[in-house]
């Protein structure tokens, strides 16, 4: 399976974020907005998940999990 760049993930992840911080509590989340509505596709497509809840977490383990890859190949060019 293709995995897509961590920084367009974080990049998804913040902007869809900033979007929901900003409704008013009790605001069903992305309802009319259209940029919330193709950043949750765009989240649900990138990450294989079929609701914006799963594809955010995915997006989340995804990013982790290359800081992670990151820092262990950092440590072993040092070596």
């Known amino acids: 399976m293709l995995r897509p760049h961590p920084t ?11 979007l929901m911080a900003q409704q008013a509590p009790g605001e069903v989340p992305g309802r ?11 989240l649900c497509v990138s990450t294989g998940a079929r609701e914006v809840g799963q594809a955010l977490e995915t997006a989340r383990h995804l990013i982790a999990a290359s800081a992670v890859d990151v820092a262990v190949r950092g440590k072993a060019a040092a070596v």
């Open 8 to 18: 367009l993930l974080r990049r998804l992840v913040d902007e869809y974020e900033a």
């Open 32 to 42: 009319g907005d259209v940029r919330a509505q193709d950043l949750a596709y765009t």
